[in-house]
């Protein structure tokens, strides 16, 4: 029986109780008397079948809304009523039971996505590995020469002597730099959301991938002239997405060239929503002048495992893994390209909002 059936029900029997209570009592006590005992006995009765029946499962209810509503996905209520109350309670049990389970795929998804984006930052760490040993071959073939020359003593005068070390004191701090730069883009730390300067974070990823565009005859532009904008997001997923995209954009230029780096802002509406409310963006956008792709590569370019160079250990993760951190800012990148003449990667987040907020110290340094 249903929750309105009952009610029908409960109040017959109450008509029924009350009638035949004034009945009995009727003749032996004034009629004020008695309406005002009957009253009395049959209000605490239906008080205590409303809140059995009625208001505790209700507060139940309630209740397991709130541990949804925070996250808690581990309660049941197991009523074994049949009516509208206990289908509700059963629909809510279920409802929990495909939450938990959705719960447990999406961490498992999130482990995998880390997991994905660790991977492709060691591939482009692989890429930039025999750039950075070429550098730091350079300031150690320094220091060796100079150290030699200390340790034959024919450096002539003491002021010599400190030239040599103060040499050798710089080539180390630039090596120690250069390994830094690796050793920080590399490491997997945890996600952090904070207001990021975006010239900091552009010359940053021009520190990290100048090394390799020397060895591709290649160099970097950045555009400073709008350095001043702020984003908010996370300072390490973002210079993975550049840091990506100059490395493709060198590697796409056999012959040597310019990548650019230019910044802007642009009020439009989301990719997903064209016709949505619009916004303020950030836009960032990566140039080369190499060879382009053709049509049906650059409508697969930020398909998973799709890679144009996988004779020569491209994982087709790089732009996949990016356009992925570009959504978790609300965000996206769009690609242009023509064959023979290049392309061209805008990267799309949303601008700060103005109000107080810490700054991700990127200095590029």
């Known amino acids: 029986m249903d929750l309105e059936g009952r009610f029908v029900v409960w109040l017959f029997a109450l008509l029924a ?6 009945i009995a009592l009727d003749s032996r006590y004034p009629s004020i008397l008695v309406a005002a005992l009957v009253t009395a006995v049959i209000g605490l009765f239906a008080t205590g079948v409303a809140h059995y029946s009625l208001f505790r499962p209700l507060r ?42 959705a719960n447990r795929e999406s961490e498992a998804l999130i482990t995998a996505l880390e997991q994905l984006r660790h991977a492709d930052r060691v591939a482009t760490l692989g890429r930039l590995a025999s750039s950075v040993a070429h550098e730091l071959g350079n300031p150690l073939n320094v220091i060796e020469l100079r150290a030699q020359l200390i340790a034959s003593g024919d450096v002539g005068t003491l002021p010599a002597a400190k030239q040599g070390a103060l040499v050798i004191v710089e080539q180390t701090r630039r090596m120690t730099r250069i390994i830094d730069e690796i050793l920080s883009f590399v490491r997997v730390q ?8 975006l010239g900091g974070l552009l010359r940053k990823s021009v520190a990290l991938c100048e090394h390799v565009a020397k060895q591709h005859r ?3 532009s950045l555009d400073t002239s709008q350095e001043a ?39 439009r509406a989301s990719l997903e ?27 697969a370019v930020f398909r998973p495992f799709f890679s144009t160079r996988s004779a020569e250990g491209g994982t087709g993760l790089g732009l996949s893994v990016a356009q992925g951190i570009a959504n978790e800012h609300e965000g996206w990148i769009s690609a242009t390209s023509t064959p023979a003449c290049g392309s061209s990667f805008t990267v799309y987040l949303p601008a700060a909002l103005s109000r107080p907020a810490e700054t991700a110290g990127l200095d590029g340094s």
């Open 17 to 22: 109780a009350t009638c035949f209570a004034y």
């Open 60 to 101: 139940r209810l309630v209740a397991m809304a709130r541990s949804v509503g925070h996250g808690d996905f581990t309660t049941r209520l197991r009523f074994g009523r049949k009516d509208d109350i206990g289908q509700l309670a059963r629909e809510m049990d279920a409802m929990c039971d495909q939450l938990e389970a």
């Open 190 to 197: 945890p996600a952090k959301i904070a207001r990021v300067d």
């Open 218 to 220: 290649s160099s970097i």
């Open 229 to 267: 904008i702020e984003i908010e997001g996370d300072a390490d997923k973002l210079l993975q997405v550049i840091v990506n995209l100059v490395v493709n954009g060198v590697q796409a230029m056999p012959a040597g060239g310019v990548v650019r780096i230019t910044t802007g802002t642009a009020r």
């Open 273 to 299: 929503d064209a016709g949505g409310p619009v916004r303020d963006y950030v836009c960032i956008s990566v140039s080369d002048h190499g060879v382009g792709m053709r049509p049906e590569v650059l409508a």
